[in-house]
Structures are given as C-alpha cells and as structure tokens.
C-alpha cells in the first residue's frame, strides 16, 4: 500500500476482554515499531521489528501485551484481558532501515469500558 | 523519566506571525533531532529534522535551531497559516538493543493560528 494501514480504526472492548490490533507497514519496509499515545502525551515506545523478530520489546508495559510478525510484514499487537488503562491511541510505524525516516498510521484508537 | 521536556503546552498565533516551540533532553546519546506535526485523527508526520552537528536546518517556512552545548532545540514556523495549526511533537532517537532506534518523544504543543 501507498502508507502504513492500521485496523481497525477504532476498538470499543469491555474490560478483561482479549484485542488485537493490525498493522500492515510499507512495503519492503523492514523495521516496524509500535508506539501508544494516551490523550495529551507523546508517543511512547512498545516494541520494535527487525524482519520477523522483535529485537527490542523492552518497552512493553507487562506480560499481557504482545506482538507478533509472523511474516516480517504484517504485524499484530496482542492484549490479554485488557483494563481501562490500556484505552489509547496505538500507532505503528515502519521505515526501510532502522536509521530511515519512520511512517506512522493513523492509529487504532482503543477504548476499553 | 521524561526525557526531553517541551513547552509550551499550547500556543496561539495571528495568521501571519512567528511560532516558536523549544524542547530540552537530556540523554546526550540522542543521534537524531526530529519535528513531527500531528493532525486530529491521524498519525505523526515526519516536518523537519536535524542531527547534532549541524546549528540549524531550515526548509521553507520550517526552521531548527539546535544548541548542543545547551541541550537545546527549537522549531520555528514563519509566516504562520491556519493550517500549521496542529499538535507538534519534538523527539531525540537513541540507539537501543538490537540495533532499535527509538524515539523519545515531548510531550507536544498544541498550535492553533488565528486567521
């Protein structure tokens, strides 16, 4: 595709529910992070992609977030029985090395009641 | 630990005036200076970006200016628009495990030019 595509846009989830958030990067893109933007803040670091391993994960919040990238395309954010915490704005982004410029998507805005 | 503060939090300017956003960090690892502008509903959009050995970068209306004895750095919009008016965003990138080049971001500034 022309950008970074995320779906869905919006997610509404009852607390303690199960999530999972897309992320299809540029093509050819080969590093692929994942950011969470609360209301009023920057982003902030998640996970970070290398092809299909997660090279660095250390900025994931506790064991019920997870992200995969089967494929070293498509990636998917995972949340386990998900608290009103987690309500967000989840970007990712991808760039051609990991010293390019990175392009974000528009974000998945996530609401946990 | 925030490691690059930005103010304002919100600025207000005429159609026509000078923006001014600044940002400080203190993490001297940082290999990369990036602006980003953000519109309601949307993602980050890479504006202008410098490294720290360069004093300023300027493209169109968009200028960085950088003070690394400071630790220091600013944005400056020109000849503000009605359309500028976003949430910008300032950032240092550090190196990271695994070869990951993060970004450590303000906490951003709301623009909004009064036409």
């Known amino acids: 595709g022309a950008g970074v595509s995320q779906t869905p846009s919006n997610k509404v989830t009852e607390k303690g529910k199960y999530v999972e958030l897309r992320c299809d990067p540029i093509?050819?893109?080969?590093?692929l992070y994942w950011y969470r933007q609360s209301l009023g803040q920057g982003p902030e670091f998640l996970i970070y992609?290398?092809?299909?391993?997660?090279?660095?994960d250390s900025g994931l919040p506790n064991d019920r977030f997870f992200a995969v990238r089967p494929e070293g395309s498509v990636s998917t954010l995972k949340i386990q029985r998900t608290e009103r915490g987690d309500s967000a704005v989840y970007l990712c982004?991808?760039?051609?090395?990991?010293?390019?410029?990175?392009?974000f998507g528009q974000g998945t805005r996530l609401t946990v009641v | 630990q925030q490691q690059v503060k930005q103010s304002p939090q919100s600025l207000i300017v005429q159609k026509g005036g000078i923006s001014i956003i600044n940002c400080a960090y203190e993490?001297?690892?940082?290999?990369?200076f990036p602006w980003y502008q953000q519109f309601p509903g949307k993602g980050p959009a890479l504006l202008i970006a410098i490294r720290p050995d360069v004093s300023e970068k300027k493209e169109g209306r968009f200028t960085i200016s950088f003070n690394k004895s400071a630790k220091q750095f600013s944005l400056h919009i020109m000849d503000s628009q009605p359309g500028d008016s976003a949430t910008y965003f300032c950032?240092?990138?550090?190196?990271?495990?695994?070869?990951?080049?993060?970004?450590?971001w303000g906490l951003g500034t709301s623009l909004a030019v009064n036409p």
């Open positions: 950032a240092g990138r550090c190196y990271n495990a695994g070869n990951n080049r993060k970004l450590i």
């Open positions: 992609f290398q092809g299909t391993g997660a090279a660095d």
């Open positions: 982004a991808s760039s051609l090395r990991g010293l390019s410029e990175a392009f």
């Open positions: 993490n001297t690892a940082f290999d990369y």
């Open positions: 093509s050819g893109h080969t590093a």
